[in-house]
Structure formats: structure tokens, C-alpha cells
């Protein structure tokens, strides 16, 4: 079981190291190891007898205590088809991005901070990321609006020592971006 660094561990506010490539077995085994840990923090059976885990939609390697830029991604897009997105990315790169923004209107949680930070965190709209697919080595050019977006950019955020709440306005958290999408 992997163990999630917790906010207040000065690690987590480091900026992560690129991925040397060609992908070695032990980066691909461990992005292999955080997707298996998205997916099973999703089960409602490996929830009940782990009830210390918390559900997450991504992970990224400064999470589990290796500061490489890597990162894994799961979450249910299409409920009446039960298609996941997933990603597990190295050396992610935000290419292109849209001026328009997007925000959850529940606000963003995320596994390393266990305590509530309330407000809107704008995030670009859309996402154009270049990166190394952690499974095959080959590099990929991803396109994402909306919410995985929004994941994407948290997730890369982590790379860069950033969590979600920096970018929450803390002297007016729920401040209305003209033309933002609320998801
Ligand atoms: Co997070």
C-alpha cells in the first residue's frame, strides 16, 4: 500500500525532477503502482477494509514521497458506457492552454491535504499537455476541456510543489470569474 505524504511535509513543496528516457522499469512500475492505487481508492469493497484511504481521481509522485515529474490520472467520464480517462504521465508539459477558465463549483480536494480549503480554483478551460505515456514510452499529445482539465493541471501543479489552495483567493475565496465554466 502506498503511503500519501501528508500537506506540511516540506518535500511536497519541491519542484520535482524531470523523468530521465527512455522510461526505466522502475519509473513505469512506479506510475503502474500509483494508477492501481487510484483505481482501488475508488472500490467501495477495498474502501470498507481500508477506511483510511481516501477516494482520488489523481496522484502525482510527490505524493507517495518521489519528487519525479510523474503523475497518474483515473475518473469515470461516461457513467452509461463505465469509460474511465486515465493517464500515467512523465515529463507533463502544458503546451497550449485556453484564456477561457474553468473552476469546480464544489471546490478541488486532493489527497495529501485532509483539511478543507473552501473557494474557486480558475483553472484553464482547456489543456493541450505533452508527455511520455507511463505505460508504453511513447510520447503523447493530450487534449482535455473541463474537468479533466482541471485534474491534469492540479496533478502538474504538484510537480511544481503547488496544491490546489494557493491559487483559492484568500481575501474573497468565492469571487465570480466573468466567463469562467462552473463544472
Ligand atoms: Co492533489
Known amino acids: 500500500m502506498l503511503k500519501i505524504v501528508l500537506?506540511?511535509?516540506?518535500?511536497?513543496?519541491?519542484?520535482?525532477?524531470?523523468?530521465?528516457?527512455?522510461?526505466?522499469?522502475?519509473?513505469?512500475?512506479?506510475?503502474?503502482?500509483?494508477?492501481?492505487?487510484?483505481?482501488?481508492?475508488?472500490?467501495?469493497?477495498?474502501?470498507?477494509?481500508?477506511?483510511?484511504?481516501?477516494?482520488?481521481?489523481?496522484?502525482?509522485?510527490?505524493?507517495?514521497?518521489?519528487?519525479?515529474?510523474m503523475l497518474v490520472v483515473y475518473f469515470l467520464d461516461d457513467p452509461e458506457n463505465n469509460h474511465y480517462t486515465t493517464y500515467a504521465l512523465a515529463n507533463p508539459r502544458i503546451v497550449a492552454s485556453s484564456i477561457k477558465r474553468a473552476y469546480l463549483q464544489g471546490g478541488e480536494g486532493c489527497l495529501s491535504v485532509p483539511k478543507g480549503h473552501e473557494g474557486y480554483v480558475y483553472r484553464h478551460y482547456k489543456v493541450t499537455v505533452s508527455a511520455v505515456d507511463g505505460l508504453t514510452g511513447n510520447p503523447v499529445l493530450i487534449k482535455e476541456r473541463g474537468y479533466g482539465a482541471i485534474v491534469l493541471q492540479h496533478e502538474i501543479d504538484h510537480l511544481d510543489g503547488i496544491l490546489f489552495y494557493d491559487r483559492i483567493d484568500k481575501k474573497d475565496p468565492f469571487k465570480e470569474l466573468p466567463g469562467a465554466v462552473a463544472i
Not at 8 to 18: D, N
Not at 24 to 41: A, F, G, I, N, P
Open 7 to 69: 500537506d506540511g511535509t516540506p518535500s511536497l513543496r519541491e519542484a520535482s525532477k524531470e523523468v530521465e528516457l527512455p522510461l526505466s522499469d522502475k519509473d513505469r512500475e512506479t506510475m503502474k503502482k500509483m494508477l492501481d492505487y487510484l483505481v482501488k481508492s475508488q472500490d467501495p469493497a477495498f474502501l470498507e477494509k481500508h477506511p483510511n484511504v481516501r477516494s482520488g481521481v489523481g496522484l502525482a509522485a510527490p505524493q507517495i514521497g518521489i519528487n519525479r515529474r
